[in-house]
């Protein structure tokens, strides 16, 4: 099924429930935020989306991989692979016929080998490694009627490290290419989904102190958001709003925004950008 793009002129059609047995990642809320449309072609209409190259996105996931590898050869104690080796692995992995040229797709190949050293160098080589690169998940009751929602999400590390002073704290770590732009979901889902998790490794996950730390490996800018029960705490209020409205949503409008020039429906399965970009009046 294709629906029909919702736009300025005809009443939007009454769309689908979010399932109440549903699962819910921090990627689904943020894109329910940006554009409810988008969100029901990808998770409720289950659209394909076309299969197109991004370098931005096919480096995000050679650098996560590569960032996986070292983690683990951490936990066994083995040295780093060296830049050289790095280099070959990133390049041989970017698609050739993707670049203009030789140079241009070792340049992007350079870049991830510097992204790795700088997340390398940050690491805590000290800590506990808790968790590389696996998913967690948990569920929370909802409603009146008792429906399950599970919210789910997937580390791309998480720490127990120790302080200068001898405080144990956890740290979630997030490799992020793109924009810099933090925000509470993710963290405050990781919180959620891995406290179980969390109180095999420490006596109190109430009073232990917890951060989420947001790697933006094209800036080499480091954000850390407060994660202690307090914060939590006030960012899960406000946060269940968004859950709220993604439970009720009927006509998941099409939200058109600079986004929609990464949005792989756009032209396809949405002409809402479209019709934005040729309207006459301001949106
Ligand atoms: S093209 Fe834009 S308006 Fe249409 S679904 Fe994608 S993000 Fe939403």
């Known amino acids: 099924m294709n629906p029909q793009a919702p736009s300025g002129r005809d009443a939007p059609p009454a769309g689908p429930l979010w399932p109440l047995d549903g699962w819910i990642s921090p990627t689904a809320l943020k894109s329910f935020n940006r554009c409810p449309y988008r969100t029901r072609l990808r998770y409720l209409e289950k659209i394909p989306e076309p299969k197109t190259f991004s370098v931005h996105l096919s480096k995000g996931r050679i650098t996560h991989d590569l960032l996986a590898l070292s983690a683990r050869r951490i936990v066994q104690g083995l040295g780093d ?51 590389i690169e696996k998913g967690g998940h948990r569920e929370l009751v909802w409603g009146s009627d008792g429906a399950r929602l599970t919210l789910a999400t997937r580390p791309d590390l998480v720490l127990l490290r120790t302080s200068d002073d001898g405080e144990q704290f956890i740290e979630f770590i997030d490799y992020k290419t793109g924009r810099q732009r933090t925000d509470d979901i993710a963290p405050v889902f990781m919180r959620y989904a891995l406290t179980e998790f969390l109180k095999g490794f420490v006596p109190d996950t109430r009073s232990v102190r917890m951060q989420f730390t947001w790697l933006w490996l094209e800036t080499g800018e480091i954000d850390v958001t407060d994660l202690s029960l307090d914060a939590a705490m006030a960012a899960w209020h406000a946060l269940t709003g968004d859950i709220e409205r993604l439970m009720v949503e009927r006509e998941w409008p099409a939200q058109p925004s600079i986004g929609c020039n990464y949005c792989p429906y756009n032209g396809f399965a949405c002409h809402a950008f479209a019709e934005m970009e040729s309207a006459s009046e301001t949106y």
């Open 81 to 131: 692979m060296d830049d050289d080796w790095f280099y070959q692995n990133a390049y041989r992995r970017l698609p050739w016929r993707e670049f203009p040229s030789d140079e241009a797709r070792a340049g992007h190949a350079r870049n991830i080998v510097e992204w790795i050293g700088w997340v390398l160098r940050y690491l805590d080589r000290t800590a506990d490694f808790l968790r």
